[in-house]
């Protein structure tokens, strides 16, 4: 069994900072790419961004490009998201995800396990 638990999530000031994390245990050695999603209510799930096995290689949506960056730290288990100039729009609920395939991955039916989410409010 996998479980994925996000934190870091909260309130934060437009223009403020804030690093997600999310901590992967069970059966790790089984997941390779891995990606943080959210979804804002009244809207779609839509992917923020992904991470190869390795960490070698990212993706980020435009809406977060250049103000996000993801990683992770194998030895821990755990993926961060750090996200600066954070915006009103960025208000949602954060999700990782997390797949048994690698690479970097844009689309939700490729990951098989999901964390519970994390809100995180951008007060302007």
């Known amino acids: 069994q996998v479980q994925l638990i996000e934190s870091g999530g909260g309130l934060v000031q437009s223009g403020g900072s804030l690093r997600l994390s999310c901590e992967v245990s069970?059966?790790?050695?089984?997941?390779?790419?891995m990606g943080w999603f959210r979804q804002a209510p009244g809207k779609e799930r839509e992917l923020v961004g992904a991470?190869?096995?390795?960490?070698?290689?990212?993706y980020y949506a435009d809406s977060v490009k250049g103000r996000s960056t993801i990683s992770r730290d194998n030895a821990k288990n755990t993926m961060y998201l750090q996200m600066n100039t954070l915006k009103p729009e960025d208000t949602a609920v954060y999700y990782c995800?997390?797949?048994?395939?690698?690479?970097?991955?844009?689309?939700?039916?490729?990951?098989?396990?999901w964390g519970q989410g994390t809100q995180v409010t951008v007060s302007s």
């Open positions: 069970g059966r790790t050695n089984e997941l390779y790419s």
């Open positions: 995800a997390a797949s048994t395939r690698d690479g970097v991955r844009t689309h939700g039916p490729f990951y098989d396990y």
């Open positions: 991470i190869n096995r390795s960490g070698s290689a990212t």
